[in-house]
């Protein structure tokens, strides 16, 4: 079985509060990209229960326990009996880019397994599973526009068609600067919106510049003051709008018409062009 992991942007990304489980409740919109990982999965002989992954060819290294493609198989073996299932990864999305890139790894995984294994699980019962294992994997087990709250894995659908993205290209620039979630959040200060992300996504885009924001930039600005300039760059290049996703360091850039030369813009970092 293959399927096709996509990335996710933020459109807006708000963290409201820190919670008492030392967890952060969050506001933003999930809007999946169509640049994915390719995840292959199949039944072969072997131990009940068990796994292998390999990921661009090689065998997994390292703490095998903490890759979510594996969390995601276990968390299912510890309640249904599986049979050892040989996972297969090529990577396409960067990783500590704040575009989701494993969480998409894990929710898949969970949708693979729901169907090789017949084990009849609902969209609702694979989110709860897929919360477990990550704030945003439980978008990615529908991969379908949401509006976020809570940590981010409470979830309300969005149709696409009330977002004004239609026919819009995106850039995805991720400079050469890694950045942990632990990391960003260390740094946040909670505080309240003026107006709700998702009522800001629903005007026109030309309207976005001054009101949707990402709480993260602030803090990671004064760390890494040289991932400013992608976000100045992207505007430079003619975008309508540019934000960093999620806790970074990628950004994307929304563009009327389609950009040219962003691959040399932005010389030595990976980009990402396509239409949406």
Known sequence: MKVYPCCKINLGLNVTRKREDGYHDLETVFYPIPLCDRLEANIVKGKPNTCTL????????????????????????????????????????????????????????????????????????????????????AFFITAQSAFATGIGDQLQSMEAEQLPLKGKYIAIVKPNVAISTAQAFSFIRPQQPTMCCKDIVLQPITSWKDRLDNDFEVSMFEIYPEIREVKERLYASGAVYAQMSGSGSAFFGIFENEPKGIENTFNGMFTYVCQL
Do not use: W
Not at 100 to 128: F, H, K, P, V
């Open 54 to 137: 390999r990921i661009d060819g090689n065998p997994i290294e390292g703490d095998v326990d903490k890759n979510l493609v594996v969390k995601a198989y276990r968390i299912l073996a510890n309640e249904f009996q599986l049979p050892h299932i040989e996972f297969c990864l090529t990577k396409q999305i960067p990783s500590q880019a704040g575009l989701g890139g494993g969480s998409a790894d894990a929710a898949y995984t969970l949708n693979c397994i729901n169907a090789l294994c017949n084990l009849n699980l609902t969209t609702a019962q694979m989110e709860r599973y897929a919360a477990k294992l990550g704030a945003d994997c």
